[in-house]
């Protein structure tokens, strides 16, 4: 949202709204990913919560529904326009989950989600009355996206949809995604915001250095290294996030970058109970 508002903080109600509406709609596509994959994880996974009783599956997919809803509906009333376009991201994310799992399709589909769900905040800065740069929020969409690309081709390896465990392709994935988090951070600015930029740039050098490491440290890839790799990546997100709100040279925008990065010893923590993938 700041980033699509230019930086300006539009208000707390509007703010919670959407934030709540993005939240409900990824944990609720998180309740229909585990219906959907209910019978293959009986089979292979049987401690999953549905395989093992835990969790009905009507109680699952009345879940998912009642999640979706609710977030496509506090995001229409942040703003009509926003909620319609939260609609569709939940749409993506439902394709994804019930046809969309082939090896370009289902990357394809989980980059259109994350950018969508990125574009959102500029869509209703644009119906709210600012004045969104939508060369900025398009770019920041379009790195962003493309970087969620690469690290979900990644994940196959992890969850043994694909077993081509090629170094080499394995390393493309990497190199590709450090690339994308640099130029995030090496964004084309205005002379004026050159200084104030450095913090951007070495966040995602920071986090690229550890992307391109990785496959140089050895070219024996078992599925316990991927999942290492992936949660790696994943909490990279992060940055993703920090250097764009950083990026708007606002005082919010810094605030909001580090409220960020705190989160992010938050992610290392928790990678020990809950798998980040």
Not at 198 to 221: K, N, Q, T
Request: proline content about 5%; aromatic content about 10%.
């Amino acid at each position: 949202m700041l980033l699509g508002c230019g930086g300006v903080f539009p208000g707390f109600a509007d703010t919670a709204l959407l934030v709540a509406g993005s939240s409900f709609v990824y944990h609720g596509n998180l309740a229909l990913n585990d219906w959907c994959d209910r019978e293959h994880d009986a089979a292979t996974r049987p401690d999953r919560p549905i395989p093992s009783g835990a969790v009905s599956e009507s109680a699952a997919l009345a879940l998912a529904t009642a999640l979706t809803l609710l977030g496509v509906l506090c995001a229409a009333l942040a703003a009509p326009w926003a909620g319609a376009w939260m609609a569709g991201v939940a749409l993506l994310a439902g394709l994804y989950n019930r046809r969309g799992r082939g090896p370009h399709a289902g990357p394809l589909l989980l980059a259109l989600c994350r950018a969508g769900n990125l574009t959102t905040g500029t869509l209703y800065a644009f119906v709210a009355g600012y004045e969104p740069s939508f060369v900025h929020s398009g770019l920041a969409a379009l790195l962003y996206g493309g970087y969620v690309y690469q690290v979900s081709r990644l994940g196959r390896l992890e969850d043994g949809e694909d077993e081509d465990v090629d170094p080499q392709r394995i390393g493309g994935f990497l190199f590709s995604a450090a690339a994308l988090l640099l130029a995030a951070g090496f964004a084309p600015r205005g002379a004026a915001d050159q200084v104030a930029q450095f913090p951007a740039v070495l966040l995602a050098s920071g986090g690229a250095v550890a992307l391109i490491r990785e496959p140089l440290r050895s070219a024996d890839w078992s599925a316990a290294r991927v999942g290492r790799c992936m949660g790696l990546c994943l909490r990279r997100l992060l940055l993703f996030t920090a250097i764009f709100a950083w990026n708007t040279s606002t005082v919010a925008g810094a605030w909001t970058a580090g409220a960020l990065l705190l989160g992010y010893p938050l992610a290392w923590s928790l990678r020990r109970w809950f798998p980040p993938s």
